[in-house]
């Protein structure tokens, strides 16, 4: 294998770089190997790279968890792929690492989800892009979200939900669309009970009315959820 290697580097083919790894001098002579192996034997290869990710001692950060999500993904192991992506998507929202997050998440979307899960990808997707001033898709993905889990649930991601459309959908100017979401939230978290989510849903609603300059129903709505938020115990509403 080094002989190999040495031939290659001598022929200015790649080159061996930081860590020990091998890189294609040229994007271009990657593609052209690349395109020569038939599709068994680059599944094989994908494989058999992720294993060897696998194995390696240190916990895995961002980057590796990537890299193993990519070659599971190219050796047809889509189940071992998507969870190999969303502990990327995980680890770097926690790391603050939004960009990387939002296109991790992404790919997660496009391999096909159970509806569970692809709720639960797309309102975190949704939260990522409205803190990055990305409304537009924010309010895409979220409306999409609230789409797919209508179909079989109704409860407090719902809710949670319809609260953070809201949000997005006021940032990116249509209050009244905004204000309808919000309306909605209010509705069903009354109706499901859920006092802590009850007053969330008011608070933010009240912060609708205000950002449309009706401070009079802001006012209302505002002493509403502070009256709720005496009787939960809530000292942060």
Not at 96 to 125: H, K, W
Not at 168 to 185: F, M, P, T, W
Not at 221 to 230: F, I, N, R, T
Request: a neutral charge; one cysteine or more; glycine letters at 8%.
């Amino acid at each position: 294998v080094e002989a190999f290697i040495a031939d290659g580097r001598e022929q200015h083919i790649w080159d061996r770089v930081a860590g020990g790894a091998i890189r294609f001098r040229h994007t271009l002579l990657r593609d052209v190997a690349y395109d020569m192996l038939v599709s068994g034997a680059r599944r094989d290869l994908h494989l058999r790279a992720a294993r060897v990710l696998e194995q390696m001692a240190e916990t895995p950060g961002v980057t590796r968890l990537n890299d193993l999500a990519h070659h599971f993904e190219r050796a047809g192991q889509l189940d071992t792929a998507r969870q190999y992506l969303e502990a990327a998507g995980e680890l770097a929202q926690k790391q603050y690492q939004s960009v990387r997050a939002i296109g991790f998440f992404r790919r997660l979307a496009q391999l096909g989800l159970p509806p569970a899960q692809d709720v639960e990808v797309s309102n975190r997707l949704g939260e990522l892009l409205n803190k990055t001033g990305q409304w537009q898709e924010a309010a895409a993905v979220l409306e999409q979200a609230l789409a797919v889990l209508l179909g079989y649930d109704k409860g407090r991601t719902e809710i949670d939900i319809l609260i953070k459309l809201g949000d997005v959908i006021r940032k990116s100017g249509d209050q009244i669309r905004a204000r309808e979401r919000r309306d909605l939230a209010r509705v069903q978290a009354r109706r499901s009970g859920d006092l802590d989510l009850r007053c969330r849903a008011l608070a933010v609603l009240a912060g609708s009315h205000k950002y449309a300059g009706d401070y009079a129903s802001s006012l209302t709505v505002y002493q509403e959820a502070l009256a709720l938020a005496e009787e939960t115990g809530d000292a942060y509403l």
